[in-house]
């Protein structure tokens, strides 16, 4: 790749990161966190948040299925891709013309969804921090903090650093705000293996809004743009894909806690911001300000993912996306922004486009197996046959229970 023309340095720059000459912690760790802070945004918090209310323990459930569901979805397509050395798209077309055109764009379509209510939570964070700053003017310096990630020569290294920094960040935040809620964790337990109510269209919500649509490619993407690729890099790949879940399931079932542990009480959670009125009740005022640095980290994060992962999508449409894909991810920034200061934040889209991310999951997982037995384009690799196996599980049982969303959502 050529290296001032795109957002990462060149294959040479950052072939110290590949296998041959050892295991590069800081690139995998970079890879697995802009895939879980991809997943990690405004949405996460308030879907979270708002299932806990509702669930109550059996929430706990919920989230251990989505966490199996989602190794096995993520492993099998991460290693795939880093075999094949190819993006996923381009799997696709090869396998069939024109499926990787479709997914390029239903998942840059569900990228640019997402960023409009990233933006505008990285605005409503920045707003809980410095009252005098509007929502729009926050999206706008956070727009600002986002855009200039990408236009410094080391881009791919300081993207790596800032989701490593940034996920810490929201982890530790919220761990505070956990211990102060001294939650029921006996019951949570209990409930995970024994829940009282099972929500189907909870498990597809989190499913699609973990490793759906562009999540699950950002790590992925980020390995072969930096040129970690082959057989010899399946050791990165499962330690890095395993790390990414882990660490978007860690703050999952940190936040679950601190919320079980509010609700426990007896609190009910204002509807128009569950996360906020949460940490509020949690540790007060500080609470609420430490809100604002949950949200923003996770907001500010997330733009930065779906905007690289979109854009690495719409890089086989044209070569000119491929040779300006800087130019191309700042024009996406840029455009998520404006979209939100003069339209407002699509609350309701953000929430559809985490249950329609469960959608394009059986879609490209399914690509990804069928590829995973195609030597033109996995060579010599032998796909694990219990890996399969759990990835065609997975397939079919998200199709099915996508089904039976779309059906509870439209016919219902």
Known sequence: MAAEKIILPSRGTEASAS????????????????????????????QTTVFTQTLGASFAFVILVSILLDIGAQLNIWRVIVVSKKRAQDIANELLPGLGFAI????ALGGLAFNIGNIGGAGMGMNVLFPSLSPIAGAGISAVIAVTIFLLKDAGKVMDRFTVLMG???????LYVLFSTEPPVAQAMYRSVWPEHIDVIAIVTLVGGTVGGYITFAGAHRLVDAGVTGQEALPQVNRGSISAISLASLVRIILFLAALGVISQ???LDPSNPPASMFQHAAGNVGYKIFGLVLWAAAITSVIGAAYTSVSFL??????????????????IVTSTLIFCFIGKPVALLIIAGALNGFILPVTLGTMLVAAKKKAIIGSYQHPAWMSLIGWGITVMMAMMSLYTLYNMLLK
């Open 19 to 46: 296998p041959r000459s050892g295991f590069n912690w800081s690139l995998i760790m970079g890879a697995a966190f802009l895939m879980a802070t991809s997943a990690v945004g405004p949405g996460f918090l308030t």
């Open 168 to 174: 810490g960040a929201l982890i530790a935040m919220t």
């Open 266 to 268: 007896g609190v009910t």
């Open 104 to 107: 390029a764009g239903a998942v």
């Open 315 to 332: 890089k086989t449409l044209h070569p000119l996306i491929e040779k300006h894909a800087r130019a191309f991810i700042i024009g996406f």
